[in-house]
């Protein structure tokens, strides 16, 4: 069976003016990931990641420590909801200051974008969202040879609505699976013959005992 390893960017900016660059942490973690990744021994036939900053970053970073010859291929579907756009609809006014507000205000506007529907005011709806992330993974199970592994350096929605569509409730793994995603979190799906099957989510023992610092959320 061929592997695909999903794996959260790390820190990124909250509160900042851009939010979209990691944070020296977030760094930290992306050095941690690709010494994960590493110590598993998993040889990986095509690496990707989303356009946005974060997602590179983490990537390039990991795959120094890595030492993969194999190039990043970047693919903005892997890319997050714009959560500005979302919240700026569906939670109005709300300021990026404490990360418990927000994070209480935009499970609300999550909630509201989904009801919406291809009704909805933003500039992606929810039907358009899930249809490009579960285009990615087909897309990106299609190329893979028998046996071929691959890493996906994205955002905790994508991630969270992949593993709730495998599942078959991709609304419910936005919802509930997004609030717990750590940033370098690692989630694994196998391919086969039967299809893509979620075999773990969320891994982060790599942020554990000495490295417990460096558990995030946000």
């Given at each position: ?112 974008w989904v009801a919406a529907g291809v009704a909805g005011p933003c500039a992606e709806t929810w039907p358009r969202f899930l249809e490009r992330v579960k285009g990615a993974l087909a897309d990106l199970v299609a190329s893979l040879g028998k046996g071929e592994h691959a890493v996906v350096f994205s955002s905790g ?62």
């Amino acid at each position: 069976m061929g592997a695909i390893y999903l794996v959260r960017h790390g820190q990124a900016s909250f509160g900042a003016e851009n939010y979209d660059q990691l944070s020296p942490r977030g760094f930290e973690q992306s050095t941690v990931v690709g010494t994960e990744l590493l110590r598993r021994g998993v040889e990986f036939s095509q690496v990707r990641s989303g356009s946005l900053a974060r997602q590179r970053d983490t990537a390039a970073t990991a795959v120094k420590v890595l030492g993969s010859g194999v190039a990043v291929v970047e693919d903005e579907r892997w890319n997050e909801y714009d959560h500005v756009d979302i919240a700026k609809y569906h939670a109005a006014g709300v300021q990026q200051t404490d990360s418990r507000a927000y994070q209480a205000a935009l499970d609300g506007a999550l909630s509201a974008w989904v009801a919406a529907g291809v009704a909805g005011p933003c500039a992606e709806t929810w039907p358009r969202f899930l249809e490009r992330v579960k285009g990615a993974l087909a897309d990106l199970v299609a190329s893979l040879g028998k046996g071929e592994h691959a890493v996906v350096f994205s955002s905790g929605g994508v991630i969270a609505t992949v593993c709730g569509a495998l599942l078959g409730t991709p609304e419910a793994g936005l919802l509930k699976l997004n609030r717990v995603t750590v940033n370098g979190g690692i989630t694994k799906l196998v391919s086969g013959r039967g299809g893509v099957t979620l075999l773990s989510f969320n891994e982060h023992p790599h942020f554990e005992a000495e490295a417990a610092e460096l558990l995030t959320y946000r």
